[in-house]
């Protein structure tokens, strides 16, 4: 008898189990179908266009036109220098402002973290519009510039790579200087102070302890800000005025102006595979939700 | 000058040797904040032409802005566009943030082996390249007869508003006892009744917080607005972004100037927010 009851109640158990189950998956319902009506169907859909000829059958002509076309490859390069060189410049600004950052009291620290997050929720054209009106070839830096004796003659700075980077380099540094920081406080500040009691130079100590220490922020945060760069359209399509052109501009192109469906999802699938496969490394080496936030 | 030689870290460094990491670390902070601040002087210039500093100070862009409906103050009717953001905003709020909020909940509660796929899907529309969205949603909404619809570029936002409502709610109830729910069940209230008056109560200031998130994701957003807005739906962002693309528009640093006064204001709220959840 008792172990009948005893089985009874596990049915019953198992049974509440399975409902709790059903119940909680289907409070994502609503979310899922969202995103699959209109993110996974949609992409889907692109996938299947690029494999799609002018004459409507079958065929890779929008990927071949890729490999071999000079404007194809052209834009490639150009995304690619554009992303790693933005990438590269915000290492070099955001590294020591997160050190900074790590080293001074929490207080002080949470005052520049505003600093940080003032241009981060600053809309992405109020900031691209501000360096336009500062790079022009009668803008503030050129007029400082030359006042200063620094410069002889105005530099143009915008429609060009160089606006394009000043520009890009500004809105990617919150995206670097967010995850490399809360990694860095993470830092045990013994370990530091360990190598120091043992003899090593404060320059030592940096290098030998505390800089492989901060290496998955600093990794996180590259890795971030260049997959936000490869699909990169606002900036470059104002300050690069024309002369830039990366790989969602042509997308963008593509469709607006040509209404060449078939190439723009090629590239599209490029782009897609491409940020997938960094976010996918990325994935391996910090968590996930760190990524994304006003983009 | 002796407090130049203070120590400021665990290794005995004194102020002295780290003096340059201080004035490297302004500077960086000095670009990271005062170039967006260039557009408020800008607003208030009565010439046509971006000099700086203005010569002459006048209202004329704020007008051009508040009664853009006016023929004689150009093509872009920017209030009936600033509407139409303020609108899709509050609408994405109501959207994203309950549909964010309850897969935030099953999500955090499942202990099924389906959590580990689903988080990277439900995140996915961040993840993608924002003009892929845009040009799918373009795409999709083709074919619905959404293309400049209200509709269309609410369910758009709320697409990439809601992983951020889902990070920030799901971070919530990750430091929240679900036991204080079963306490209420077990005595006696239904599951509804035990997440409303208990749960909620406990992450309202998260919830308000993605709300604030949900708006501003929503007003800020352009690329989306760009493919799938247009004609009397047109949004703010997508004026400005093709106004800019083509000529310099003074006008821009005058709606830019009270963007920068509407973000700060609920960089300030969110701050105060966050700080009071703690």
Redesign the interface.
């Known amino acids: 008898m008792a172990v009948l009851d005893q089985n009874l109640n596990q049915a019953a158990l198992t049974q509440l189990a399975q409902r709790e ?1 059903y ?6 319902l ?3 179908v ?2 699959g ?7 889907g ?2 996938f299947f266009l690029s494999f799609i000829g002018r004459d409507g059958s079958f065929s890779f002509e929008n990927y071949e036109r890729m490999i071999n076309s000079k404007a194809y490859i052209r834009i490639f390069l150009t995304t690619f220098k554009i992303s790693i060189l933005t990438t590269f410049f915000c290492a070099l ?2 590294y ?2 997160a ?3 790590s ?1 001074i009291s929490r207080k002080w620290a949470n005052i ?1 973290m ?6 981060f ?14 790079l ?1 070839k ?3 830096v050129n ?1 400082v510039a030359v006042d200063l004796g620094l410069i002889s003659e105005p530099i143009k700075f915008v429609h060009n790579t160089s606006g394009t980077l000043i520009g890009m380099v ?1 809105i990617m ?2 995206f670097l200087i967010l995850p490399l920081y809360a990694n860095m406080r993470a830092i045990d ?2 370990c ?2 360990a ?2 009691s043992l003899g090593a130079t ?1 320059t030592r ?1 940096f290098w030998t302890v505390f800089f492989p220490l901060s290496i998955p922020g600093l990794l996180a945060g590259l890795l971030i800000v260049f997959v936000l760069c ?2 990169f ?2 900036t470059p ?2 300050l690069g005025g024309g002369k830039v052109i990366m790989a ?1 501009m042509k ?2 192109s593509n ?1 607006e102006l040509y209404f060449s ?1 078939g190439a ?2 090629a590239l ?1 699938v490029v ?2 595979v491409v ?2 496969l960094i ?1 996918f490394i990325a ?1 391996k080496l910090v968590s ?2 760190q ?5 | 000058m002796g407090f130049l030689d203070k120590n ?6 004194k102020l002295r ?1 780290r003096l340059w ?2 004035f ?2 302004a500077i ?2 000095f ?3 005062v ?5 408020i002087p ?1 607003s208030f210039s009565s010439s046509q ?4 500093p203005p010569k002459e100070w006048s209202f004329r862009w704020y007008e051009n802005y508040f009664f853009s409906w006016k023929v004689e103050n150009g093509f872009n009717d920017w209030m009936a566009a600033t509407r139409t953001s303020l609108l899709v905003a509050v609408l994405t709020i109501f959207v994203a943030t309950p ?2 909020t ?2 935030a ?3 955090t ?4 082996r ?1 959590r580990a796929v ?16 845009a ?6 909404y083709v074919q619905f007869k959404m293309v400049n619809s209200i509709l269309g570029l609410v ?2 936002h ?2 990439v508003a ?3 409502v ?2 920030i709610v ?2 919530a109830l990750k430091n929240y006892d679900m036991n204080q729910e079963k306490v209420a069940r077990s005595l006696g209230a239904s ?1 509804p009744r035990a997440f409303v008056e208990i749960t909620l109560p406990q992450i309202k200031f998260s919830l308000i917080s993605a709300s604030l998130i949900s708006f ?2 929503s ?2 957003e ?2 989306i607005s ?2 799938v807005s247009g004609g009397d739906n047109s949004t703010i ?1 997508r004026s ?2 093709l106004t ?2 083509d000529q ?1 528009d003074p006008t ?2 005058a709606i ?1 100037t009270i ?2 006064i509407i ?2 204001g ?2 300030i709220i969110s ?1 105060l927010l966050s700080s009071k959840s703690k």
């Open positions: 189950h119940t909680f998956f289907g409070l994502t609503p979310y899922l969202l995103v009506a209109m993110i996974i169907i949609p992409i859909w692109l600004l955001g020591p402002l050190y900074f950052m080293q520049c505003i600093g940080v997050l003032i241009p929720w600053t809309s992405l054209l109020v900031r691209t519009y501000a360096w336009l009106v500062l022009q009668k803008g503030l007029s500004h540094l919150p500040p013994h530091v102070k190598a120091s404060p100590a490869l699909g359209y606002v399509a104002v969602a997308i963008s469709i469906w723009a999802s599209g782009l897609l940020t997938m976010l994935s996930l939700d990524f994304g936030q006003r983009s | 400021v870290s665990d290794t005995q460094i040797n990491l201080y490297l670390s960086i902070l670009l990271l904040i170039p967006s601040l260039v557009v800008m032409y971006l000099e700086f549909i964010g309850l897969a909940y099953g999500l509660n499942s202990t099924s389906l689903l988080f990277p899907i439900m995140i996915s529309p961040m993840m993608v390249p924002i003009i892929l969205v040009i799918g949603l373009f795409y999709f369910l758009g709320s697409l809601m992983p951020l889902l990070i799901m971070s599951r501003l994701t007003f800020d352009i690329i760009l493919f962002t400005m972004f800019l693309r310099i821009i640093a830019s963007l920068i973000s700060s609920l960089l701050q």
